[in-house]
């Protein structure tokens, strides 16, 4: 995993942290409206739905999502990527002589110095946020490893404290025991251990779980008293109670930074309890529910440091909790249709206004307004021939549909001193390299044409003086060169100022955008078929984004969509090496 890499999962982490804070307010606003009203098994369930929220890499968009209220755009399924400083190596040293790399400048006419001022002032503070992002996720990462650390060593401290523990227990206490198992319909045989370095019952282990009993709490409770204790532990080994809780403090690690999940987790643990109460009081007699209660009071009263690991579920839990467990065991009533059929409705609607992200991209016109940019349309034009400044690699899928294959199109180009291209439709490959392009059709290779490198810069003294010509595409991206090198969308249809306008910043595929929208030139409207168009430009590289086209009545005549693009990562370097077997193959038979 390369810098890029993690900087993009960061970036997923945070995004995921903000749906989860909201999803947290949202359970807790249901808990206090229903409090009376929703049975504990569902205080607890409603919890899982935070899990879910935290894990899923993707949600389906929708109108009802409560993010359609919020002014950033969440879109799981894009790639984030901020600017890096890993440059693609140079090609493998195999590639043969006949294609070695040519050396060549990368512009036809160097940039005036005051256009780089102006460019630099609209990156200047992207830079300075990349740079802030590239140390937070630094800061992440060593929380990550101290807190994964500490759980580590805690858990392996307690696992070698517990076998040298006792697993011999008497007869009455198995009698007890297979009482419960029975009850339960449990068939796996779970071990009892007895050990003073526990001061309540407890679960521990998750692959070979554990029910661990204080030694010294085994001859003052009565048999009525232990089956209630083996209830409530087994209970929690049937709800899988341990692996859920594992699996929300590898959550909880991964997002230490926010103390709202910390507080969901402590909520989610006392809820867990007291849904596992209410399991032990549908097991037990109706007037055995005060003796119950009672059971764990006692127990209390013996804790003055419960443990705290993700791996151990007790029946005590803490003394913070017990008011709440005892006024839920006094006004206890068995589950009812209404009662389930009311969590369910809850746990529906939550997942429907939390477990999607906001439809559609927020960028619509009406979103933006003048004032919301400080950017100039000089400097837009700039941004947009100036993108080969400001990346070196870039890699990414986007669909056209104006192009004859209507399958999204995957590419992976690298501009600067070794420049080249790797673009993938369907069964196509279209494979630039060393001045050679090369087809490939089902992974075979078809063709190879020599284009050599790029015509040098002009020679002023015999070529007149026009209007700066669009840059030359080093790489020569073929069909990804509109949203790579986009200057000449910005030759042709930004060339007449009065036509077009800026509508202001946004987000597109979690990176800055510039919105512009306007008419097309009266040349270009045979040409493309439609009237108006509207781009997003990509504020920290002046690639294009989006564009699409509209007709007369404002309807959609072609678009052109990126759907992921990573800033300088690290390329597929086999993608555009080719043996000098291959070579020669194709060599021979051109024509």
């Not at 996720?137 to 490893?145: K, S």
Request: with cysteine; charged share 25%.
């Amino acid at each position: 995993m390369n810098v890029t890499d993690i900087l993009t999962f960061f970036q997923w982490v945070l995004s995921t942290s903000v749906m989860a804070t909201v999803l947290v307010g949202l359970i807790l606003l249901m808990k206090l409206s229903l409090k009376g009203k929703l049975s504990p098994k569902w205080h607890y369930m409603l919890w899982l739905l935070l899990i879910i929220r935290l894990i899923l890499p993707w949600s389906p968009e929708s109108s009802f999502s409560v993010f359609n209220l919020l002014t950033f755009t969440n879109k799981q399924e894009s790639n984030f990527n901020f600017q890096s400083m890993d440059f693609a190596k140079s090609l493998e040293d195999s590639v043969p002589e006949e294609i070695k790399p040519y050396e060549t400048d990368r512009h036809m006419d160097s940039q005036p110095s005051s256009d780089k001022a102006d460019l630099a002032d609209i990156h200047g503070s992207t830079s300075y946020l990349s740079l802030f992002l590239q140390c937070s996720a630094l800061v992440w990462l060593m929380g990550i490893l101290i807190l994964s650390a500490k759980v580590f060593l805690a858990n392996r401290k307690f696992e070698l404290t517990m076998r040298n523990e006792t697993k011999k227990i008497n007869s009455e206490i198995e009698k007890t025991y297979n009482i419960c198992k029975k009850i339960l319909f449990i068939k796996a045989s779970i071990p009892i251990v007895l050990s003073d370095k526990v001061s309540s019952p407890t679960l521990w282990g998750i692959l070979h779980p554990k029910i661990i009993i204080p030694k010294s709490a085994v001859s003052k409770l009565t048999s009525d008293e232990l089956r209630y204790i083996l209830l409530h532990e087994l209970i929690h080994l049937k709800r899988k109670d341990i692996a859920i809780n594992w699996i929300m403090n590898a959550l909880l690690i991964l997002h230490w930074f926010n103390p709202v999940l910390w507080y969901a987790y402590s909520r989610m643990r006392e809820d867990q309890e007291i849904a596992c109460d209410a399991v032990v009081l549908n097991c037990i007699e109706r007037n055995e529910s005060e003796e119950y209660a009672r059971t764990i009071i006692k127990l209390m009263e013996h804790i003055s440091q419960p443990l705290q690991f993700p791996g151990l579920a007790r029946i005590s839990g803490s003394k913070k909790q017990l008011r709440r467990r005892i006024i839920m065991i006094k006004l206890f009533k068995k589950n009812t249709f209404k009662l389930s059929l009311l969590g369910v409705a809850v746990a529906a609607l939550l997942s429907v206004v939390a477990l999607t992200n906001a439809k559609g991209e927020s960028l619509e016109a009406s979103q933006f307004s003048e004032e919301s940019t400080a950017i100039s349309k000089d400097m837009v034009v700039k941004m947009l021939g100036s993108s080969l400044d400001h990346f070196t690699t870039v890699k990414g899928k986007f669909i056209d549909s104006a192009s004859k294959e209507k399958s999204a199109v995957e590419f992976q180009v690298r501009e600067g001193e070794q420049p080249a291209s790797y673009l993938k439709s369907g069964a196509h490959e279209v494979i630039f390299t060393n001045g050679y392009l090369i087809n490939k059709i089902n992974g075979k290779y078809e063709t190879l044409t020599y284009i050599g490198p790029p015509p040098q810069t002009p020679d002023e003294k015999k070529l007149p003086k026009t209007e700066q010509p669009p840059r030359r595409d080093p790489a020569n991206s073929g069909i990804a060169e509109t949203i790579v090198v986009p200057e000449q969308q910005a030759s042709e249809f930004l060339k007449v100022s009065d036509l077009w306008q800026i509508i202001g910043e946004g987000s597109l595929l979690g990176r800055p955008v510039i919105q512009i929208s306007g008419d097309l030139p009266s040349e270009l409207q045979s040409k493309y078929d439609a009237e108006k168009f509207t781009m997003w430009i990509d504020k920290e590289t002046g690639m294009l984004l989006k564009r699409e086209l509209y007709n007369r009545n404002g309807e959609v005549t072609s678009d052109l969509t990126v759907l992921e693009i990573a800033i300088n990562p690290k390329l597929d370097e086999s993608l555009f090496y080719i043996s000098k077997t291959d070579f020669e193959e194709l060599y021979g038979k051109r024509k």
